[in-house]
């Protein structure tokens, strides 16, 4: 049983395109999360929902739209791709947020390659 | 702002060997978390341990343990009896009560055998 799940795992597409990276999430928890890792592994927060309400939105280009239908639910719909997008985006959960000394779980990650 | 810094891009240990990982931290925040995160070749992140910042004592998980020195605002990993299987990046991570976490920029650990 995979608990925080991804799809799709990779992704190629060109530049100008509009894509979307759907997470899903079973072990009821109330925060989701984006989390982006460039090619030189940083890994950055780019979104936080609580119950399906945006909790955290760090300095991302408004291409980038989170939207989540349930709390069980967050996706990723990107606009217009551009070469910089290219990286590998997590999508993470945590029961009640993670400074209430909850694990934070992450998925398998999507590799998103922008030509 | 937070910060977490990992000075140690990369590191080698002898297989069965103990090694220690480096992670220090800047945070205004009285109340916070720490966390070790792996990432094999597979990219999935898991959590090695964590560590509450009221906590004295300091965290143990196995073969796992920190070193949790809060007014240095240091957190380092010590791995014993490494195994080939430990082979990942490892990143140090803060979380405060904004709900955010902050991650360093990764060690590599390879373990030679």
């Known amino acids: 049983d995979t608990a925080v799940s991804q799809t799709p795992k990779y992704l190629v597409t060109q530049m100008g395109n509009d894509k979307s990276i759907k997470c899903e999430q079973n072990l009821g928890h109330d925060t989701m999360y984006w989390y982006k890792q460039d090619s030189k592994k940083f890994l950055k927060i780019m979104f936080s929902?609580?119950?399906?309400?945006?909790?955290i939105n760090e300095t991302v280009p408004n291409r980038f739209s989170p939207k989540s239908p349930d709390k069980a639910h967050l996706n990723l719909h990107i606009n217009s791709l551009e070469l910089g997008d290219s990286a590998v985006y997590f999508c993470?959960?945590?029961?009640?947020?993670?400074?209430?000394?909850?694990?934070?779980?992450f998925g398998e990650g999507s590799w998103l390659t922008v030509v | 702002a937070q910060t977490v810094t990992q000075s140690q891009p990369e590191m080698s240990v002898q297989e069965a060997e103990t090694v220690t990982l480096s992670c220090t931290y800047d945070?205004?925040?009285?109340?916070?978390?720490l966390f070790w995160y792996k990432q094999p070749p597979s990219r999935q992140m898991i959590l090695v341990i964590r560590q509450e910042a009221y906590k004295q004592q300091n965290a143990t998980e196995n073969r796992f343990s920190v070193n949790f020195q809060k007014a240095a605002k240091s957190f380092s990993l010590k791995i014993s009896d490494s195994q080939l299987g430990d082979a990942a990046m490892y990143f140090c991570?803060?979380?405060?009560?904004?709900?955010?976490?902050?991650f360093g920029k990764g060690t590599r650990l390879h373990i030679l055998p």
């Open positions: 945070t205004s925040e009285s109340d916070y978390y």
């Open positions: 993470a959960s945590s029961p009640a947020g993670s400074t209430r000394g909850n694990t934070i779980y």
């Open positions: 991570a803060t979380a405060n009560r904004d709900d955010k976490i902050i």
């Open positions: 929902y609580n119950n399906k309400e945006l909790i």
